[in-house]
């Protein structure tokens, strides 16, 4: 991944982001000589498109186009580029990534431990004594390395200062004493419920690693300073859509959003600043990022928070946790270890009746779901429930699965027998160094058959793609399509592929990229294809992803991007 950043930070310079308002009024133009891949089935492809108002009124020859043109339009030549629909991304926590971006202390997570703690030393020596200090990301690999000891070593570097870093999962928090005195966490604090404070053998105080539920116990705290900053919520919600923008991307699905997440992109979008559709993810109940408000609290409010291009229709639930802290509910068990034993397999977070009794209560107050289930057990399980659902509700509700990497073979009709989405995230279906830290928990033969792309294309599933940013340091599309279509690593860094039999072609990926992901999150009818009628969500190019060798398309740039048919980013010549 090393690569990776340094190909990243060597684009830094060659893109010019726009801060401007997204209003209706949107000139007309006409977008010509160009190679344009439409996503629609019964029009794939075509050489020229018209835009009026902020939406499609024909795509297809030069010569039918300026026939439904307004002569007044704009007449823009594409010089033979290749355009497409803009990229969606299902799984993006966009606003928390602007902040960590902006005002935290960033590491990727194959940094060792004595790096890490240079890193919060010298972000000390920059903050007042009484400032938190706030970042991550240190990768699972170092779980066994955050002992009592090394939360001491911590405590030196901080000089006080309260620190809570977040793991690559971010599932799970390491702070210093400083922040656990603040969290009034102490060696008589009980483990929450699906939670875990690790503590010193002998003494039973707290080391500072915090797993799963008991990540709210700190992050009740951070989010309440978070809540007081409200104006640094909309900043860090601006940069992170230009950075999308930048790649791409004109359409997300915020995956656990907040009354703080809520109420930034209510005033980003009553400013006219929202320059993608965005899909929020309600919490369902009370988690480590939900500790204030939850449930029919938040639904209740969604109406005040809708706008033209904010749509508040989706809950969040948690069935597990993650298979690198032993967390995720899997069908077979975990290599063996001395704490965990030999069969041990996780467990759900709820029994399949109490899963049931919640969709149904979502789905009466039109809410669907994305259920985070990371392990094969749970997936099942979810499956199941929404089976229990279907039978009395019918299947006017489209749910997600979330990070839908392991999944039983004879779990993967039902998707799309009961209309179930497979939420693809983190791009985690090559080798990189989470996979190689699940190698670590889970046998090679189970990580060998996760996220089988290919098997689910091929039996109908609704596939939609997503980054997980900032569970992954960077949301590039390009990233992960290349990894769809190859199963190896982009960077070259790790060697190998992983299930080289799941590849798919670069038609299949690039739905999992565009309509794929619109028609998860019920935006269809407005966006994922280019189509008469629909918003005018698209890309230029600087190159035919289907004439670019498959290990280029990392390196694909793109030159201009319009959301609504306004430029929302332009690359600078």
Not at 3 to 17: P, Y
Not at 373 to 396: M, P
Not at 516 to 545: C, F, H, W, Y
Request: with cysteine; hydrophobic share 45%.
């Amino acid at each position: 991944m090393q690569t990776l950043f340094r190909l990243l930070a060597s684009r830094a310079g060659q893109v010019a982001l726009t801060g401007g308002t997204m209003t209706d009024k949107s000139h007309s133009f006409v977008l010509f000589n160009a190679v344009i891949c439409t996503m629609n089935s019964a029009q794939p492809w075509a050489e020229a498109l018209a835009v009026c108002d902020g939406r499609i009124v024909a795509v297809g020859s030069r010569a039918e186009v300026e026939a439904a043109a307004d002569v007044s339009a704009e007449r823009i030549d594409a010089l033979g580029r290749m355009v497409m629909p803009g990229m969606a991304d299902v799984h993006n926590h966009f606003v928390f990534a602007g902040r960590a971006e902006l005002y935290e202390v960033n590491f990727p997570p194959y940094c060792r431990l004595d790096q890490i703690i240079e890193r919060v030393r010298e972000a000390a020596r920059q903050r007042p004594a009484e400032r938190w200090i706030i970042g991550g990301i240190w990768g699972s690999t170092l779980l066994g390395e955050l002992t009592y000891e090394a939360r001491l070593r911590l405590d030196e570097a901080a000089a006080g200062r309260p620190v809570m870093l977040r793991d690559d999962s971010h599932h799970n928090r390491w702070l210093n004493a400083a922040a656990l005195q603040a969290c009034g966490i102490d060696a008589d604090t009980p483990d929450p419920v699906n939670g875990t404070i690790v503590r010193h053998a002998d003494s039973g105080e707290a080391t500072g690693l915090l797993l799963e539920a008991a990540s709210a116990l700190v992050e009740s705290v951070v989010n309440a300073a978070i809540m007081a900053e409200p104006e640094a919520n909309i900043a860090a919600a601006r940069h992170a859509l230009q950075r999308l923008n930048a790649y791409g991307i004109t359409c997300l699905q915020e995956p656990l959003s907040t009354r703080m997440v809520l109420d930034t992109l209510k005033t980003v979008a009553e400013r006219e600043q929202l320059s993608a559709w965005v899909v929020a993810s309600m919490p369902v109940v009370q988690g480590p990022f939900a500790s204030d408000q939850w449930g029919a609290e938040l639904f209740a409010l969604r109406d005040s928070y809708r706008s033209r291009y904010f749509r508040p229709d989706f809950g969040k639930l948690f069935m597990d946790g993650v298979p690198t802290t032993h967390t995720a509910a899997m069908l077979d068990p975990y290599l063996p270890t001395d704490t965990y034993g030999c069969c041990f397999r996780g467990s759900n977070f709820m029994t399949v009746p109490q899963l049931a009794r919640v969709i149904a209560d979502c789905e009466q107050a039109g809410i669907s779901l994305k259920i985070h289930c990371t392990g094969d057990g749970s997936v099942r399980a979810t499956l199941d429930a929404i089976d229990v659902v279907r039978s009395f509700n019918g299947g006017q509700h489209r749910h997600q699965i979330a990070h839908a990497g392991y999944v039983h073979a004879d779990d993967i009709p039902r998707f799309r027998e009961l209309g179930v989405v497979a939420d693809l995230s983190p791009m985690l279906w090559f080798p990189g160094v989470i996979v190689e830290q699940l190698k670590t928990v889970l046998a090679e033969e189970q990580v060998n058959r996760s996220y089988p792309h290919r098997t689910m294309a091929e039996a109908g599933v609704l596939l939609a793609a997503g980054s997980d940013w900032p569970v992954l340091p960077d949301p590039s599309p390009w990233i992960g399509l290349q990894g769809m279509i190859t199963r190896q690593d982009p960077t070259g860094q790790f060697p190998g592929a992983l299930a080289e039999e799941e590849r798919l072609d670069l038609a299949t990926a690039l739905r999992a990229y565009t309509l794929g992901p619109a028609e998860a999150m019920g935006l269809a009818q407005e966006t994922g294809s280019l189509e008469v009628g629909k918003s005018a969500d698209l890309i230029v190019l600087d190159r035919n992803l289907f004439t670019t060798p498959v290990n280029e398309l990392v390196h694909t740039r793109v030159l201009t991007t319009y959301f609504a048919g306004q430029v929302v980013f332009e690359a600078e010549v």
